[in-house]
């Protein structure tokens, strides 16, 4: 069992920055990376990134790449998403997920993902 919590989202002009913090707990061993995803209103949830637990393989969505970035503090079990450069469409509810390493390469995919955070609202204003 892992569990996740989500933070740092909130309301930000274009062009802002936030970065979000996913604290992890349980089973935070080298079984599982972590991802983000994110569901805009009326959308289905898309995959934002990944990083794997060494940090050394992190995977991107087109939409963020160059603007977004993971890292991870494996001390505290927390990875964070630096989000720069934010834009309108960025707003959405943002997921935290744990991904096992049996379906690393499937990491674009919601369905690989075992457990969820409850998501924390990032908000662009233009």
């Known amino acids: 069992q892992v569990q996740l919590w989500e933070s740092g989202g909130g309301l930000v002009q274009a062009g802002g920055s936030l970065r979000l913090s996913c604290a992890a707990s349980?089973?935070?061993?080298?079984?599982?990376?972590l991802g983000w995803f994110r569901q805009a209103p009326g959308k289905e949830r898309e995959f934002v990134g990944t990083?794997?637990?060494?940090?050394?393989?992190?995977w991107y969505a087109d939409s963020v790449k160059g603007r977004f970035s993971l890292s991870r503090d494996n001390a505290k079990n927390t990875v964070y998403l630096q989000m720069n450069s934010l834009k309108p469409e960025d707003t959405a509810v943002y997921y935290c997920?744990?991904?096992?390493?049996?379906?690393?390469?499937?990491?674009?995919?919601?369905?690989?993902?075992?457990?969820w955070g409850q998501g924390t609202q990032v908000t662009v204003s233009s």
């Open positions: 349980g089973r935070t061993d080298s079984t599982y990376a």
């Open positions: 990083i794997g637990s060494s940090a050394i393989t992190v």
């Open positions: 997920a744990a991904l096992p390493y049996r379906r690393w390469l499937e990491y674009y995919k919601e369905t690989s993902y075992d457990y």
